[in-house]
């Protein structure tokens, strides 16, 4: 059972990125599923979020209006869409799943996390 992000890469200022999470080893259409992102030197940091029951998504302050988080419950895979992306954003994106169907923005309660994915934006 594991998550594997991809999609992390180099990109300037203002463009935009897709970071996929795709699941293995059970299906994870029941779960809630995260996305957390950790610069060098800082904590890590909550993104967004998506709930199983509805879809319903839930966001960082500041990653409103920018970020995008779906699922395709199919491909047992969460994207996280990234637009308008600035220095900032520059870290280590991190998918996790929360054995429950309740949205959280709390590292804490996610069980299980994927290994990755870099995002550099340059100014």
């Known amino acids: 059972v594991q998550l594997q992000a991809s999609g992390g890469g180099l990109v300037q200022a203002g463009g935009s990125l897709r970071l996929s999470c795709a699941a293995s080893?059970?299906?994870?259409?029941?779960?809630?599923m995260g996305w957390f992102r950790q610069a060098p030197g800082k904590y890590r940091e909550f993104v967004a979020a998506?709930?199983?029951?509805?879809?319903?998504?839930y966001y960082a302050d500041s990653m409103k209006g920018r970020f995008t988080i779906s699922r395709d419950k199919d491909k047992n895979t969460v994207y996280l869409q990234m637009s308008s992306l600035k220095p900032e954003d520059t870290a280590v994106y991190f998918c996790?799943?929360?054995?429950?169907?309740?949205?959280?923005?709390?590292?804490?309660?996610?069980?299980?996390w994927g290994q990755g994915t870099l995002v550099t934006v340059s100014s």
């Open positions: 996790a799943v929360d054995f429950s169907e309740v949205i959280t923005a709390i590292a804490a309660d996610y069980e299980l």
């Open positions: 080893g059970r299906t994870f259409r029941d779960y809630s």
């Open positions: 998506i709930s199983s029951s509805d879809d319903s998504t």
